[in-house]
């Protein structure tokens, strides 16, 4: 724990805890995280179109205190940034998805727990009373959909947000490089990075064993990790349509959300059939390489249904600038995956605070820079496009 707590020291931004990840973990884990579809532009092209956008702030306005909290899909967080739900925490750091939920209770905001999660929805939600969001997955078996949401329902679970743009895998050829994937099948090299980062193993056999509690009574986890396979390529369903998805919200009866959305056909759909949210993803530019910055897509879809129903983002958010913009143009909220990953991956729980923490004491900054004392007071007259 010193050791974390020294190096953790040294970290003061997102490329920091990248590089002490990629210290730690093996270079085929790292890659997994690091790592998106094809040539990898839509990856670059995230953290680029917040490049492109200016701040114009405004001076002497009062900001002696700030109020960066934000409510989304009926959910109160104290800050604008939640942790998404991402796949496989355990393989990171053994503690994986209780030290997100115990960092995100810390501050006051919502995570996501996924379909192919490492600890159960259960004992997440009856450890943190912070919002809860479960990331679904949908199942060609349409009797297995209605338990998982009677499931998550019953759990008390605050919000679904069911993924729609994972109807197949993407071209993620660090991957393919390295041999990891679901099933492993590790090249040379890829086995080589691991024998070289022997603590990496050493907590992740002397800790519980790996499982995916989310769907241990769904598909035979026997071979653990591995046996994940058959989940992706003869359970997944790449035909759902908009009629399944219309039926998950009537049975949801509640906070539902779509994860992937990136056209404003798409959005208005979203609303029409009862979703009180949507997340502009290209899911990191990890499936469809060349697939729009949802950055760069934000204001269209927020003039189109901003006012009827929650609109988020995600995607190459790493500094409290690009949450301003994104507020800016209208998103009630914006979410993070990699950027709370790789502290995770580097000290666990401690790692994810320090992350958190960076992260809102940036957005107070730029709020007192910009001359905004509250959300409600960031706007489009505040940026400029070159």
């Known amino acids: 724990m010193l050791g974390h707590t020294m190096r953790l020291g040294n970290c003061h931004n997102f490329s920091d805890f990248r590089s002490l990840a990629r210290r730690r973990l093996p270079g085929p884990i790292f890659d997994y995280i690091d790592g998106a579809a094809d040539d990898e532009t ?3 092209q995230n953290t680029a179109s917040f490049e492109r956008c200016d701040l114009v702030p405004n001076v002497l306005r009062g900001v002696g205190t700030i ?18 739900p991402t796949a496989l925490q355990r393989l990171f750091h053994h503690d994986g998805e209780r030290a997100v939920a115990a960092a995100a209770a810390k501050f006051g905001t919502m995570f996501g727990v996924s379909s192919l999660g490492t600890v159960s ?13 479960y990331q679904f997955y949908f199942h060609k078996d349409r009797a297995l959909n209605r338990a998982m949401l009677e499931r998550a329902k019953d759990a008390g679970v605050n919000v679904m ?12 050829e660090r991957d393919l490089r390295t041999g990891f994937s679901v ?14 980062k022997p603590m990496w193993a050493v907590n992740y056999f002397t800790h519980e064993r790996f499982r995916m509690p989310q769907l241990d009574e769904h598909v035979d986890m026997s071979g653990g990790a591995m046996s994940i396979g058959r989940y992706f390529t003869e359970m997944l369903d790449p035909a759902m349509n908009w009629d399944d998805v219309a039926e998950m919200v009537r049975v949801w009866n509640g906070q539902f959300c779509l994860k992937g959305v990136m056209s404003v056909e798409d959005a208005k759909r979203a609303v029409a059939i009862g979703c009180t949210g949507i997340i502009l993803s290209n899911h990191g530019g990890r499936q469809l390489d060349g697939s729009r910055a949802a950055f760069d897509q934000l204001a269209e879809i927020v003039d189109a249904v901003g006012d009827k129903i929650d609109v988020m983002m995600d995607g190459g958010v790493s500094r409290g600038t690009h949450v301003l913009k994104a507020l800016s143009l209208g998103a009630k909220a914006v979410g993070v995956g990699r950027y709370y990953l790789f502290p995770l991956a580097a000290a666990g729980q401690a790692g994810v605070e320090q992350a958190l923490s960076l992260m809102r004491a940036e957005i107070e900054r730029d709020m007192k820079l910009m001359g905004c004392s509250s959300v409600s007071q960031l706007s489009r ?6």
């Open 381 to 386: 007259a505040n940026l400029r496009f070159r």
């Open 42 to 44: 839509t990856l670059r």
């Open 121 to 133: 929805l259960e004992e997440l939600r009856k450890a943190y009373d912070t919002p809860q969001v």
């Open 67 to 84: 109020d960066m909290s934000v409510t989304v899909m009926g959910q109160k967080l104290a800050m604008p940034v939640y942790c998404s």
């Open 161 to 172: 947000m069911l993924t729609v743009d994972s109807i197949t895998g993407g071209n993620r």
């Open 183 to 196: 099933p492993f099948r590790l090249t040379i090299g890829g086995m080589l990075q691991f024998a070289i």
